[in-house]
């Protein structure tokens, strides 16, 4: 049989934070996630659930891999956080219908 | 804003790195305030709208430049009950009138910070003063 078969890996990265995201270390999430888009990371999976606090430092960030990540084919999807009045925030600003959103990180995962 | 015997003043390094310093402070001093309607989300919301105008004040009036200050006052006053926030600056004069509202159709990097803040209290007001600026921020509770 003359078959032609190809693989197409297409990298996805779970980032899970686990502390506050202000403007003091926005930065410092900003590079860990360019890193990973550089290193050829395409799909993220940014699971905010032990997210205490995002600031709109911290929803920049989101942004711009949702952005950069888009240019170069691939996507972003958003885990709940716990916090309530972060959900909150994410609906009012409408990041909700911005990002696809999940309730576990395994969930969005599934997603793509 | 006249000072209250108890209101609670903070006097923070204008840098980031006190951000969370600022949050601890405000929770704390909201959770001992009785019968608020949800008082984690009513704290959370008053942490991060003055987050965003401290975050602002580093940025744009001090330029993120080492060596400023800024003054933080937060006194709860009656009839009716409201949290009342004032924050000062030295630094340079702030438009707030030239900050465009974010367009919430269509998503942006940047531009949700006195959204929020505006979103989340009752009235923030920003003043210019002789030696600085003062924000004033109001949430009923």
């Given amino acids: 049989m003359d078959l032609n078969i190809s693989e197409h890996i297409v990298r996805t990265v779970v980032v899970a934070p686990r502390q506050r995201i202000d403007a003091f270390n926005a930065p410092e999430l900003r590079a860990a996630l360019d890193q990973q888009l550089e290193g050829g990371a395409r799909r993220f999976v940014l699971d905010l659930t032990n997210v205490p606090f995002l600031d709109s430092a911290g929803m920049a960030v989101l942004v711009r891999l949702l952005k950069r990540s888009r240019d170069q084919g691939g996507d972003v999807r958003l885990v709940w956080p716990t916090e309530e009045a972060a959900r909150r925030i994410i609906k009012l600003t409408k990041f909700d219908r911005v990002f696809t959103m999940a309730d576990t990180a395994e969930a969005a995962l599934t997603d793509f | ?141």
Wanted: contains cysteine.
């Fill in chain 2, 1 to 141: 804003m006249e000072l209250h015997s108890d209101a609670l003043r903070l006097d923070l390094p204008a840098a980031n790195k006190y951000l969370n310093v600022l949050g601890a402070c405000l929770n704390a001093f909201i959770e001992r305030i009785e019968g608020i309607a949800e008082p984690r989300v009513t704290a959370y919301n008053i942490e991060l709208a003055v987050n965003e105008i401290f975050a602002n004040i580093v940025a744009h009036a001090y330029g993120d430049a080492p060596g400023g200050r800024v003054d933080v006052v937060v006194m709860l006053a009656s009839d009716p009950r409201r949290l009342l926030i004032a924050i000062r600056d030295t630094g340079i004069a702030f438009d707030p009138t030239a900050v465009a509202e974010p367009d919430l159709e269509d998503v942006q990097i940047n531009g949700y910070g006195l959204f929020l803040a505006r979103s989340l209290m009752d009235d923030v007001a920003y003043a210019r003063c002789a030696d600085g600026n003062t924000w004033q921020l109001i949430k009923h509770l």
